[in-house]
T-cell receptor
Framework: KNEVEQSPQNLTAQEGEFITINCSYSVGISALHWLQQHPGGGIVSLFMLSSGKKKHGRLIATINIQEKHSSLHITASHPRDSAVYICAVGRGNNDMRFGAGTRLTVKP | GAGVSQSPRYKVAKRGQDVALRCDPISGHVSLFWYQQALGQGPEFLTYFQNEAQLDKSGLPSDRFFAERPEGSVSTLKIQRTQQEDSAVYLC??????????FGPGTRLTVT
């Protein structure tokens, strides 16, 4: 079993829909990261959080440490949000474990 | 520059060739990481540097893989005698010690 599990693997939504991507992990962590990867490979860090909730524009990330679970929400989704979203857990300076990613396609 | 840069962005190598992938981290970042990302998968850890010291190379898949960061800034990942299974995107990331990692655009390596 992977240490970081994401669901769903693939997600297709209509523009304007509210989107949720889930991440569960099985190891102790120092922080959890949500990353966005566009075609071509470049990765952008969206959030780093160790408790509670963070919001940036239309993106919201939450984490429940006791349940070892995090969610990434996108409100009023747009085709430009189409990308792969990766959950990663940090376990120290040099130890980061990644989920396989959720491929999001937002149709106009 | 403002971010992590990697070169080349794309590399096609014939099986058996040696390749060298370069990473320029954000200036001043102590930590540098290399990851390998196979198609449809999340990145997997290869190796970690703190300044010029390679503190962890447990993720390197074989002794054909070698990484260096001689002056604590630019890093090079070298793959000798490339094999088809080496085809992947190689990602570099840098960070200030203990803080979030900033990723480069990656180098897509295709071994034919």
């Amino acid at each position: 079993k992977n240490e970081v599990e994401q669901s769903p693997q693939n997600l297709t939504a209509q523009e304007g829909e509210f989107i949720t991507i889930n991440c569960s992990y099985s190891v102790g962590i120092s922080a959890l990261h949500w990353l966005q990867q566009h075609p071509g490979g470049g990765i952008v860090s969206l959030f780093m959080l160790s408790s509670g909730k963070k919001k940036h524009g239309r993106l919201i990330a939450t984490i429940n440490i006791q349940e070892k679970h995090s969610s990434l929400h996108i409100t009023a989704s747009h085709p430009r949000d189409s990308a792969v979203y990766i959950c990663a857990v940090g376990r120290g300076n040099n130890d980061m474990r990644f989920g396989a990613g959720t491929r999001l396609t937002v149709k106009p | 520059g403002a971010g992590v840069s990697q070169s080349p962005r794309y590399k096609v190598a014939k099986r058996g060739q040696d390749v060298a992938l370069r990473c320029d981290p954000i200036s001043g970042h102590v930590s540098l990481f290399w990851y390998q990302q196979a198609l449809g998968q999340g990145p997997e850890f290869l190796t970690y540097f703190q300044n010029e010291a390679q503190l962890d190379k447990s993720g390197l898949p074989s002794d054909r893989f070698f990484a260096e960061r001689p002056e604590g800034s630019v890093s090079t990942l070298k793959i000798q005698r490339t094999q088809q299974e080496d085809s992947a995107v190689y990602l570099c990331a840098s960070s200030s010690l203990g803080y979030e990692q900033y990723f480069g655009p990656g180098t897509r390596l295709t071994v034919t």
